[in-house]
């Protein structure tokens, strides 16, 4: 009985150790302004955290803050726009799309001992919500590991009205153990000038029942031994 849970916490340090020697996921993100991309905007981090700030000809305010590896565990993914505002001066209709994507994430924790990732999208419709239309937020990913890529729909959401926050969608994922990505995309399209919307969303990581049970095998055997030293 001994040796079955010792294996067992062996198994959950080894693979505690292999994730921690996988050099840091590259988080970047990009806008699109009417599908033109707005390079200036453009930004990267290897240090598991970025933010942006900046404008573009019809939006004076377009704010972004990104989490990811290593300062959050594998698979998790958080993005968030603070705000984005069109100009005063806004005319005719236009379609202003945020990405946020981090590349190199390990499917140890989403294609092995943890098979599910559960998705929180928000949208908040902030000022002149009448004239902001077709505002979602959806999450993607990828077991080609390209950045930005929507190979794979995790969850998708819409906003009217004030918006709010949907509960959170959960999307079994299929992965080889190697690396994968993981997209968040915002749009939203604006009509008039002086509009104001923010957007957030998270991908973690929720633990399959198989592994929960190894795990707490493995605790029980930690427990044992300390008793037995105690005894």
Known sequence: MR????????????????????????????????????????????TGSLTTFGSTNLFSVI?????????????????????????????????????????????????GAFASLANTLTGNLLVNAASVQNFTV????????????????????????????GAPIIRNLSLPNTLFSETIVVEATFTAGGAAVNASSQIVAVPEPASLALFGAGLLGLGLLRRRRQV
């Open 3 to 46: 040796k079955y849970l010792l294996a067992a916490v062996a198994i959950f340090s080894v693979a505690a150790v292999s994730n921690a020697a996988l050099a840091a996921p590259t988080l970047s993100f990009r806008v699109y302004q009417d599908n033109i991309l707005q390079g200036a905007l453009s930004s990267s981090s290897n």
């Open 63 to 111: 704010s972004a803050t990104a989490v990811g590896i290593p300062n959050v565990s594998a698979p998790d993914l958080v993005g968030q726009s603070t705000t984005v505002a069109s100009n005063a001066g806004f005319t005719g209709t236009h379609t202003l799309r945020l990405e946020f994507t981090q590349t190199d994430v390990p499917s140890l924790s989403a294609g």
């Open 138 to 165: 959806s999450n993607y990913a990828d077991a080609a590991n390209v950045a930005f890529s929507r190979a794979t729909l995790l969850a998708t959401a819409a906003f009217t009205g004030a918006g709010g926050t």
